[in-house]
């Protein structure tokens, strides 16, 4: 694992820097996974780590840069706070029960994950 600018980043082979998806940048995707950490220390379910996770979404994004429901392009809410907004890039537990382990996540917008 290397730190850049202050920020955590996975080594995995697929870097977020090299990819075009919508305006997210590595730090933001790296806010939602430390955001589901949270979540998931809350309700006390199952968390992959925020590596394993990073790098899950990272891949997942490579591969399919849409939303994996509607299939429409993410976008960052208008306010430009870190809000949710209906475009905004979502992780979604499947399994709610399962928590947030790469098997069980999918990435969503916000809309579809409402």
């Known amino acids: 694992m290397a730190k850049t600018a202050g920020v955590r980043v996975s080594t995995t082979k697929v ?7 919508s305006n997210y ?3 933001d995707i790296m806010l939602l996974i430390r955001s589901a ?7 006390n379910l199952a968390f992959d780590g925020l590596d ?3 790098a899950h979404t990272v891949e997942y ?3 399919k840069p849409v939303c994996d429901h509607c299939g429409g392009e993410f976008k960052r809410a208008e306010s430009g ?3 949710m907004g209906k ?8 399994i709610a029960s399962l928590g947030y382990v790469c098997s069980n996540v999918r990435i969503l917008c916000g809309g579809c994950n409402g």
């Open 15 to 21: 870097r977020f820097d090299d990819m075009v998806v």
């Open 25 to 27: 940048s590595s730090a």
């Open 37 to 43: 950490k949270q979540r998931a220390g809350k309700k």
């Open 52 to 54: 394993a996770l990073y």
């Open 61 to 63: 994004l490579a591969r």
């Open 81 to 83: 706070t870190g809000g």
């Open 87 to 94: 475009r905004s890039l979502s992780l979604h537990r499947v």
